[in-house]
């Protein structure tokens, strides 16, 4: 039973102040705020000052050394660096800045990742892995991972309510790896890379994520960095990280909203931000973790594979390579579509003696996922009615999705003819923006104090077992926050109070994320109703929640103990993960040293 909800009054008038004035406060509340701190002596010139010390004294440790930033991005990953007051961003294999987001497994147990991973796909189609940033933090039974599964060559299995990537190692030997350790092997590439080019070790970075990215899918991105090596210092979100990159660019307005439009392989994000000078506020956030490149690739081979079995009679849809062949050449198609009116797509080969060769238009591709697109602009629409229905002064579009000129079109039209800002590379900006906030958290040289005020994307609800249900965080709300509850027990000698948490944006709270299930325990035993435990929800600044618990009558919070079911790797998983990446490692040392051996003799 909850009690009651605890008022704080911890806002001070200079985060009053910056909140009015960065979601556009009437003309008296900004009066109110300047009166209040004049006698206070607050400014705000100051005020930019006052944040930077505090962000700086709470932030900058010693022994970080390089702080990286990392983008994990569905379809591509890539890390930059800020040196000297200038981001670099890193390059490695063949001198490119990406790597793909695939990680392989051959059947001497090596293990690829990037480009050598991707390269293979069509012959080792069961061992290799993609779109793992669709599977991490989510359950099995997730519509969703259900949905995404029917697309992937690899085996996708249930342990413990969650999804499982089988790899066959051999014919007779079978291991399986949580999304976590998958990822964890992507961002050890990206670290260790990042490690060659800097000529010194890595332990530190920033990583950006979906905007819409939900508290299990942010914690599971620590874990995989921690099973990486790598203590993850800030999570971004990517639409937030490319904002931040735009006082480097000295071309934008210095004050106004920016509407941020993330589209890539995988994922949709968009928000609207508020900046005043080098200070960013996020006014609203949304977005779909599902809906991408990726989708857009899934209708045209749909298509094609029923136009091949009109023509054909054959059917693909269970040929892993006849697949892979399709997908790849599809993704190479989409991007043509983008500069020219019509494409052909012809594979020698194709599948049993047959080859395929089929023309497809700009239009039947934007006929095909048209629903898609209709999608994405109701999204747009619902994060004006969330922002209240302010302008954008300026647009910025991240992702390579962003490149097809349906959505060009139709973002232009929506804002009246505004073109989205030139000089912004689609493909790195958020990475160059999180490069940026690395430098200033890790206290780097010359390093921009560019201050990012972000929010807690998705509302927080609790319910009791008796049903009551109360809203925790509202969504749209400035992190870090913290809501304060005061429960109590229902019966006499109640020892344990359970609830539950649920995040989402759903009216009926069932049809929402189950963040989990907790249990206070270790309640004195007293008469129902005399019990007062007090509860402290709090959203960190990476977006994460966090609870402590205390006895308000003997002001005790040792003996509150809450126990949680939540989906999440235990300290003993992450630690064995870590080992088992370092005998991957190891191993696949081993494996390649006759081949560096013999490259050296042949040089």
């Given at each position: 039973?909850?009690?009651?909800?605890?008022?704080?009054?911890?806002?001070?008038?200079?985060?009053?102040?910056?909140?009015?004035?960065?979601?556009?406060?009437?003309?008296?509340?900004?009066?109110?705020?300047?009166?209040?701190?004049?006698?206070?002596?607050?400014?705000?010139?100051?005020?930019?000052?006052?944040?930077?010390?505090?962000?700086?004294?709470?932030?900058?440790?010693?022994?970080?050394?390089?702080?990286?930033?990392?983008?994990?991005?569905?379809?591509?990953?890539?890390?930059?660096?800020?040196?000297?007051?200038?981001?670099?961003?890193?390059?490695?294999?063949?001198?490119?800045?990406?790597?793909?987001?695939?990680?392989?497994?051959?059947?001497?147990?090596?293990?690829?990742?990037?480009?050598?991973?991707?390269?293979?796909?069509?012959?080792?189609?069961?061992?290799?892995?993609?779109?793992?940033?669709?599977?991490?933090?989510?359950?099995?039974?997730?519509?969703?991972?259900?949905?995404?599964?029917?697309?992937?060559?690899?085996?996708?299995?249930?342990?413990?309510?969650?999804?499982?990537?089988?790899?066959?190692?051999?014919?007779?030997?079978?291991?399986?790896?949580?999304?976590?350790?998958?990822?964890?092997?992507?961002?050890?590439?990206?670290?260790?890379?990042?490690?060659?080019?800097?000529?010194?070790?890595?332990?530190?970075?920033?990583?950006?994520?979906?905007?819409?990215?939900?508290?299990?899918?942010?914690?599971?991105?620590?874990?995989?960095?921690?099973?990486?090596?790598?203590?993850?210092?800030?999570?971004?979100?990517?639409?937030?990280?490319?904002?931040?990159?735009?006082?480097?660019?000295?071309?934008?307005?210095?004050?106004?909203?920016?509407?941020?439009?993330?589209?890539?392989?995988?994922?949709?994000?968009?928000?609207?931000?508020?900046?005043?000078?080098?200070?960013?506020?996020?006014?609203?956030?949304?977005?779909n973790t599902n809906l991408g490149?990726?989708?857009?690739?899934?209708?045209?081979?749909?298509?094609?594979?029923?136009?091949?079995?009109?023509?054909?009679?054959?059917?693909?849809?269970?040929?892993?390579?006849?697949?892979?062949?399709?997908?790849?050449?599809?993704?190479?198609?989409?991007?043509?579509?983008?500069?020219?009116?019509?494409?052909?797509?012809?594979?020698?080969?194709?599948?049993?003696?047959?080859?395929?060769?089929?023309?497809?238009?700009?239009?039947?591709?934007?006929?095909?996922?048209?629903?898609?697109?209709?999608?994405?602009?109701?999204?747009?629409?619902?994060?004006?009615?969330?922002?209240?229905?302010?302008?954008?002064?300026?647009?910025?579009?991240?992702?390579?999705?962003?490149?097809?000129?349906?959505?060009?079109?139709?973002?232009?039209?929506?804002?009246?003819?505004?073109?989205?800002?030139?000089?912004?590379?689609?493909?790195?900006?958020?990475?160059?923006?999180?490069?940026?906030?690395?430098?200033?958290?890790?206290?780097?040289?010359?390093?921009?104090?560019?201050?990012?005020?972000?929010?807690?994307?998705?509302?927080?609800?609790?319910?009791?077992?008796?049903?009551?249900?109360?809203?925790?965080?509202?969504?749209?709300?400035?992190?870090?926050?913290?809501?304060?509850?005061?429960?109590?027990?229902?019966?006499?000698?109640?020892?344990?109070?359970?609830?539950?948490?649920?995040?989402?944006?759903?009216?009926?709270?069932?049809?929402?994320?189950?963040?989990?299930?907790?249990?206070?325990?270790?309640?004195?035993?007293?008469?129902?109703?005399i019990p007062q435990i007090e509860?402290?929800?709090?959203?960190?600044?990476?977006?994460?929640?966090?609870?402590?618990?205390?006895?308000?009558?003997?002001?005790?919070?040792?003996?509150?103990?809450?126990?949680?079911n939540r989906n999440r790797l235990?300290?003993?998983?992450?630690?064995?993960?870590?080992?088992?990446?370092?005998?991957?490692?190891?191993?696949?040392?081993?494996?390649?040293?006759?081949?560096?051996?013999?490259?050296?003799?042949?040089?």
């Amino acid at each position: 039973m909850i009690l009651y909800e605890k008022k704080e009054e911890h806002e001070t008038a200079l985060i009053n102040r910056r909140r009015v004035m960065c979601r556009g406060g009437t003309k008296a509340e900004k009066q109110k705020y300047e009166e209040e701190e004049k006698q206070k002596n607050i400014h705000w010139t100051t005020t930019k000052t006052f944040y930077i010390t505090r962000i700086k004294i709470l932030t900058t440790k010693k022994g970080y050394g390089a702080t990286i930033a990392i983008h994990f991005g569905t379809t591509n990953s890539c890390v930059g660096f800020l040196k000297d007051g200038n981001v670099e961003i890193i390059t490695a294999d063949q001198h490119k800045q990406f790597i793909p987001s695939y990680v392989a497994f051959l059947s001497n147990g090596e293990q690829l990742i990037g480009d050598a991973a991707k390269n293979q796909l069509i012959l080792n189609s069961e061992n290799t892995i993609f779109d793992i940033k669709r599977l991490i933090g989510r359950e099995f039974n997730d519509p969703i991972v259900q949905q995404n599964i029917k697309h992937y060559p690899f085996k996708v299995i249930e342990k413990n309510s969650k999804p499982m990537i089988q790899i066959n190692i051999s014919k007779n030997e079978q291991k399986i790896f949580p999304p976590e350790e998958i990822l964890a092997m992507i961002l050890k590439k990206l670290r260790e890379n990042a490690e060659v080019y800097l000529k010194q070790q890595v332990t530190h970075a920033v990583v950006t994520v979906p905007a819409y990215f939900n508290n299990a899918q942010r914690q599971a991105t620590i874990y995989a960095g921690t099973i990486a090596g790598l203590n993850i210092i800030r999570i971004i979100n990517e639409t937030t990280a490319a904002a931040a990159c735009l006082p480097t660019l000295n071309m934008t307005k210095k004050e106004g909203n920016i509407l941020v439009f993330h589209l890539d392989g995988g994922i949709f994000d968009i928000s609207l931000i508020k900046r005043q000078n080098d200070i960013f506020q996020v006014i609203a956030t949304i977005g779909n973790t599902n809906l991408g490149g990726e989708d857009f690739n899934h209708r045209v081979m749909k298509y094609l594979i029923k136009l091949f079995k009109n023509k054909t009679g054959k059917d693909i849809r269970n040929d892993n390579q006849a697949i892979e062949k399709l997908r790849f050449e599809v993704e190479k198609i989409k991007r043509i579509l983008s500069s020219e009116y019509e494409a052909k797509i012809e594979i020698e080969s194709f599948f049993d003696n047959e080859n395929f060769s089929e023309n497809l238009t700009r239009a039947k591709f934007e006929e095909l996922n048209l629903d898609f697109f209709r999608l994405i602009m109701q999204l747009v629409e619902k994060l004006l009615d969330d922002a209240k229905r302010l302008t954008a002064d300026e647009i910025v579009f991240i992702g390579g999705s962003t490149r097809i000129p349906k959505i060009q079109q139709l973002i232009k039209q929506r804002f009246y003819g505004k073109e989205p800002l030139d000089g912004i590379n689609v493909d790195t900006a958020a990475v160059y923006g999180a490069a940026l906030q690395a430098g200033f958290l890790s206290g780097a040289k010359n390093a921009p104090a560019i201050i990012l005020f972000d929010i807690n994307p998705l509302r927080m609800d609790i319910q009791t077992v008796n049903g009551e249900v109360t809203e925790i965080i509202q969504c749209n709300r400035i992190i870090p926050t913290k809501k304060i509850q005061v429960f109590s027990t229902t019966n006499d000698n109640q020892q344990t109070i359970p609830f539950q948490i649920f995040e989402g944006e759903n009216q009926n709270i069932r049809d929402n994320h189950v963040l989990g299930k907790f249990e206070l325990n270790g309640i004195p035993p007293a008469p129902q109703g005399i019990p007062q435990i007090e509860v402290t929800f709090l959203i960190d600044v990476n977006g994460i929640l966090k609870m402590t618990a205390e006895d308000k009558r003997t002001t005790n919070s040792n003996n509150i103990i809450i126990n949680s079911n939540r989906n999440r790797l235990s300290s003993e998983e992450i630690n064995f993960m870590t080992k088992d990446s370092k005998k991957l490692a190891d191993k696949d040392k081993k494996l390649k040293e006759p081949v560096d051996v013999k490259n050296e003799l042949e040089l």
